[in-house]
């Protein structure tokens, strides 16, 4: 850690209560424990330890932790973003487990889903002991997942669906799935065990990005479910995509911890590297790479924290959750980038966080919405027109 830390310039703990503060420091802590030591290996060998970091987090009361009831810890929203900060400080396939866990699988159920089945799946899941996952896209419908081919077709008082999702985190490890397909009343959402007859769930290897993490396929071969398994309250693609304003605004605050680590790592590297003769820190050009990040990361903080302000007197629109995924992430990966350079050669190797960081970021940058779908939508709200067709 430096003597000041980036964000301490910008006296951000007097916009924080005492329970954030807490709950911040609880899961930095968490991370500096059970995550920092291993990163580093589970990133290399594209390995993680899912199911026992999934228990650990429930134990500590962070999947589902901004929803209520249920066994969930129901605090605000804006300690919930700081939780997806601290952890993605750590690696953002750790928040992306549990952003999928909590504001996709947890909160489709939560939403949408029938008594029943939040009683049956929602106290596992804030646990840990079950896993779920989320699928959206599809192979040829990523950014546009109204074209979806997935169907659920009647067939008695059943459905049956077919189709294959793509790119799906925690699939290969998920006890459920939630499902969006396509049916003759428009798109649906079905809760789907993943021992359920047909479905199965191929992980996606070789990936560059996101590597401590678990994406998959989603395999749909005449899956059988009964009524009960459709969720009751989503109906059309405004579901899912209600789904996607809760993780995207993890997402608005969990990238800047990515961002965070990385410059923090390059103050202190700066200041013991030796160039010239002198510390890399005493250049001009090194501070002024540190301040103009420095600028962009605290700017990036105050933004989430209003629109967790927002989020929590419950009048955050989508359109300003876009603007905050946007910013946020574009600037966190210009951050791992310019932080590389400072690190020069070592910048390059997993002895330093840095470029797992920015490998990641590419990832982040792309789900929850690429860049371009967030101008547009941001584009849409100033002009009113739909530029997406
Ligand atoms: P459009 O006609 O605009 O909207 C359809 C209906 O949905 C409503 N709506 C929303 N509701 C809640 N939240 C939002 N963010 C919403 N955006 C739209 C809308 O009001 C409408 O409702 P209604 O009642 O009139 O039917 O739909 P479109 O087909 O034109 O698409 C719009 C677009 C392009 C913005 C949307 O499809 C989109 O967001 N595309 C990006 C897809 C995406 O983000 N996929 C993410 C998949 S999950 C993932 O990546 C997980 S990564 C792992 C991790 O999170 O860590
Ligand atoms: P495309 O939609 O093909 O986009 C390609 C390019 O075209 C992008 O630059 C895009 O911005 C641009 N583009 C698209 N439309 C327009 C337009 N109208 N105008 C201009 N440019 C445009 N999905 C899930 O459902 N669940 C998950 O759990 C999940 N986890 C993921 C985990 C990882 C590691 C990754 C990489 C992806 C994951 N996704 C998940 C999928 C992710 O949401 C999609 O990759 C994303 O929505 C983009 O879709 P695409 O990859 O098909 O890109």
Redesign the pocket.
């Known amino acids: 850690m430096p003597a000041t830390s980036p964000l301490d310039l910008f006296g951000i703990d007097r916009l924080l209560t005492d329970e954030e503060i807490a709950i911040r420091d609880t899961v930095r802590r968490f991370c500096d424990d059970k995550i920092r030591p291993h990163i580093a290996d589970w990133f290399e060998t594209a390995t993680i330890p899912a199911r026992d970091l999934a228990k650990e987090l429930g134990a500590m009361g962070l999947l589902g932790m901004h929803l209520d009831g249920y066994g969930c810890a129901g605090t605000n929203s804006t300690a919930y973003g700081l939780a997806c900060l601290e952890l993605e400080a750590a690696d953002s396939g750790i928040r992306?487990l549990v952003s999928?866990q909590g504001s996709?699988a947890m909160y489709a159920i939560h939403r949408f889903g029938s008594e029943e089945q939040k009683r049956q799946w929602l106290p596992p899941m804030a646990t840990g002991e079950a896993i779920g996952?989320?699928?959206?896209?599809e192979?040829d419908?990523?950014?546009?997942?109204g074209g979806m081919r997935s169907r659920a077709v009647r067939d008695g008082s059943d459905w049956v669906l077919d189709g294959t999702?793509?790119?799906?985190?925690?699939?290969s490890i998920a006890d459920v799935a939630i499902v969006w397909a396509r049916t003759d009343k428009g798109i649906r959402g079905f809760v789907v065990p993943a021992d359920t007859a047909g479905f199965s769930a191929p992980e996606i290897r070789q990936?560059m990005?996101?590597r401590a993490?678990v994406?998959s396929e989603l395999v749909l071969e005449g899956v059988r479910l009964p009524d009960s398994a459709m969720l009751p309250d989503a109906h059309g693609l405004g579901g899912p995509l209600g789904c996607l304003s809760e993780a995207r605004f993890g997402i608005v605050f969990g990238a800047l911890g990515a961002a965070r680590d990385c410059l923090e790592t390059a103050i202190v590297y700066a200041e013991t590297r030796r160039v010239f003769d002198k510390p890399l820190s005493a250049y001009q050009l090194t501070q002024a790479k540190l301040a103009d990040m420095t600028v962009e990361l605290g700017k990036g903080m105050l933004l989430a924290l209003h629109l967790g302000r927002l989020k929590d007197d419950g009048v955050i629109r989508p359109e300003q959750v876009s603007v905050g995924k946007l910013n946020n992430v574009r600037e966190a990966i210009a951050i791992a980038r310019e932080c590389r350079t400072i690190l020069g050669a070592n910048g390059v190797t997993l002895e330093y966080p840095v470029m797992r960081h920015a490998n990641n970021l590419e990832?982040v940058l792309?789900?929850?919405?690429?860049?371009?779908?967030h101008q547009?939508v941001i584009g849409q709200a100033l002009t009113g027109q739909s530029?997406?067709?």
């Open positions: 992306s999928v996709l996952c989320f699928g959206l896209t192979a419908f990523g950014s546009d997942p999702k793509m790119w799906i985190t925690n699939g990936k990005s996101l993490s994406t990832s792309t789900y929850e919405g690429t860049s371009e779908v547009l530029a997406f067709r």
